[in-house]
């Protein structure tokens, strides 16, 4: 059975940074792609960003509008472990966070939630004003 684990949330002021970090265990880490997801209380769950396990493409990385240009999303595979790097957080950035593996193996790495297959148990992120 495929485990996913999330760290790093916390409560941030307006204009800061947070970094989360997934590790995954008991499936090898390379293999696949791995996406973040967010889920504000009284909203959908949606897409933030993705890295696709082919890291040498170009178009491996997605990244939702709301988060371009704060947020940066990497892996390490040998440490079996994805990171979100989040800076000028906002209010509106406060949720659940979520990371989640492909393992479909798609090309480029997919940004719907019904593509991935194994969930980790989320961490809290609050950014207050």
């Known amino acids: 059975q495929v485990q996913l684990g999330e760290s790093g949330g916390g409560l941030v002021q307006d204009g800061g940074s947070l970094s989360l970090s997934c590790t995954i265990s008991?499936?090898?880490?390379?293999?696949?792609?791995m996406g973040w997801f967010r889920q504000a209380p009284g909203k959908e769950r949606e897409f933030v960003a993705t890295?696709?396990?082919?890291?040498?493409?170009?178009?491996?990385?997605i990244y939702s509008d709301s988060v371009k240009g704060r947020f940066t999303i990497s892996r390490d595979n040998a440490k079996d472990t994805g990171y979100l790097q989040m800076n000028s957080l906002k209010p509106d950035d406060t949720a659940v966070y979520y990371c989640?593996?492909?393992?479909?193996?798609?090309?480029?790495?997919?940004?719907?939630?019904?593509?991935?297959?194994?969930w980790g148990q989320g961490t809290q992120v609050t950014v207050s004003s």
């Open positions: 989640a593996i492909n393992v479909g193996r798609s090309a480029p790495p997919p940004t719907s939630i019904l593509e991935y297959t194994y």
């Open positions: 890295i696709g396990w082919r890291t040498w493409r170009a178009n491996n990385i």
């Open positions: 008991r499936r090898t880490f390379s293999d696949y792609d």
